[in-house]
């Protein structure tokens, strides 16, 4: 062999033995297997959306009522300065990413002119019976980058069939119209209060359903995939989002995204069960925290002064998506039809206050490093990198496992939020957390679940390095995101 044939093989052996590791090293950082159920891709869409506006609107606005009876006037229904486009203004500058609206609640009355019901603002004086709500609210949210989301209330006070199959058709009729008429809708809202007196095309009595299989919930589930295939659907019991069993804004500390829903309807009375969830569950079903603004659901005139302040809703932040949960905040209209200034001015509040709260971001970039990584691409450094796509993650069985951030100096902190990349199922059943103050470890807080989105506070603490660890999970945990605050205050 001569000289000038020698060095291409020389070349060649590099190459190949390049490829030999590059091989190796590949093997070794195979991604971790998903673990139990996934969210699906309408669900994390929903998750990202985090925070946003409930609007209940209807007759009860005219009435002073929280339940309408279902035989109101639609002569009562007359806003006097109706604005859709300021309800997604406020939505919009308050940050929040939606809107849904009480399309329809118990009382029947219609806040678009459906063809099955003359109980609708057809019927109405606002725009001589012209106007249509929905249509309204859906130009305002295209103009404002919101998303729009119906709520259809299934018990229906008003109509005559309520409580016989007939009833049924009506319902779904309905809500076909609102899934077609509308554009995209990413979330439809199905209540679980149900049955009871009512007005009833004028048999004025109490009609009783078996929540259970009355509603043949799954036929209508099929209807909502079919015409709006990238909706969520809420209920007590999913299917795709559940309620969090009150209406206090309280998200539970230990929440998994997990149901085991199949014995569980709407209005089954299963509030205690979801909070937490299941940790065993069989589907994602992740948790919606629904709270109002004020006392009640409905604008009432008496509540303008119990207004929730700023610093309240902060609070009611914390403890629904600081605990893994969406926040679906009510902000009723009043009788002119738009958001009463005091709300206003607490939901612009709300917003500054949380932008004081996060805007001093510490662990961004530091130095990371973990217990054990299952190779470059899931090292430590991908839970601070800003890239919610990438994650870090230990070797299989490698559980307890941690990461420490390094912040160079001793820095003042108290606030911590972490993040799983919950396209791999939600694994973290317990962590704490350490701080390195004056070159000692003290234990700073334990937690449980992580899902989407934890965010705790704590008192400020001094320390040059902070440590995760993760001491159970069902499977090696897979973090995306590790964030550290300084907030104003103590
Ligand atoms: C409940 C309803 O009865 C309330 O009026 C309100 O709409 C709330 C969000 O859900 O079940």
């Known amino acids: ?42 669900q994390l869409a929903w998750h990202e959306m985090e925070y946003y506006m409930f609007v209940h609107f209807t007759v009860n606005t005219f009435t002073d009522r929280e339940w309408g009876y279902g035989d109101e006037s639609p002569a009562v229904f007359n806003p006097s300065a109706l604005d859709c486009r300021q309800w997604a203004k406020v939505a919009h500058d308050a940050g929040m990413k939606g809107i849904i609206l009480t399309a329809k609640h118990h009382d029947g009355f219609c806040l678009w002119p459906s063809a099955y019901t003359g109980h609708s603002v ?32 299934p ?19 309905q809500l076909r119209e609102l899934l077609t008429g509308y554009g995209e809708i990413f979330e439809v809202w199905f209540d679980g209060a149900n049955g009871g007196d009512g007005f009833y095309g004028g048999a004025r009595e109490t009609r009783r359903i078996d929540n259970k299989t009355y509603y043949d919930w799954s036929g209508t589930h099929t209807i909502v995939r079919e015409l709006q295939p990238g909706a969520v659907m809420f209920s007590d019991a999913g299917p795709d989002i559940r309620w969090v069993g009150n209406e206090s804004g309280m998200g539970s500390l230990t929440n998994w995204c997990l149901l085991n829903k199949d014995d569980m309807y709407p209005g089954g009375g299963f ?19 629904d709270v109002s603004i004020r006392p009640g659901w409905f604008w009432h005139e008496r509540q303008d002064s119990m207004v929730r302040s700023a610093e309240n809703l902060m609070e009611l932040y914390y403890s629904s998506v600081g605990r893994n949960s969406n926040l679906l905040l009510n902000v009723p209209p009043d009788k002119r039809g738009l958001l009463h200034e005091t709300d206003v001015n ?108 934890v965010i705790r506070k704590f008192p400020v603490v001094t320390a040059s390095k902070v440590r995760i660890n993760f001491t159970r999970a069902k499977s090696c945990p897979v973090i995306s995101n590790i964030e550290l605050y300084r907030a104003p205050g103590e």
């Open 155 to 173: 018990w229906d006070r008003n109509s005559a069939v309520y409580g016989t199959p007939e009833y049924l058709d009506y319902y779904r009729n």
């Open 346 to 453: 607490s939901l612009l509040k709300f917003k500054e206050l949380r932008e004081k709260e996060f805007a001093r971001e510490l662990a961004k970039d530091k130095k990371a490093l973990a217990s054990d990584s299952r190779g470059r691409k899931f090292r430590a450094s991908m839970v601070n990198d800003g890239d919610p796509s990438t994650y870090w993650a230990p070797s299989d069985g490698q559980t307890p496992a941690s990461v420490t951030i390094d912040l160079g100096t001793p820095t003042e902190l108290n606030r911590i939020l972490l993040q799983e990349y919950i396209k791999l199922g939600q694994r973290v059943q317990e962590f704490s957390v350490e701080v390195l103050v004056d070159g000692e470890w003290n234990h700073l807080l334990d937690g449980t679940t992580v899902g989407y989105k």
């Open 1 to 42: 062999m001569n000289r000038k044939n020698s060095l291409p093989l020389t070349i060649n052996l590099i190459l190949l033995l390049l490829v030999v590791t590059g091989l190796v090293s590949c093997t070794k950082v195979r991604a971790p297997e998903p673990y139990g159920p996934l969210p699906s891709e309408r």
């Open 122 to 153: 057809k019927s109405s004086p606002w725009r001589d019976g012209q106007g249509d709500i929905l249509r309204e609210l859906r130009q305002a949210c295209d103009e404002y980058g919101l998303k729009m989301g119906v709520y259809l209330s």
């Open 271 to 289: 509030a205690k069960i979801l909070g937490e969830g299941h940790e065993d569950g069989k589907y994602w079903v992740p948790a919606e925290v």
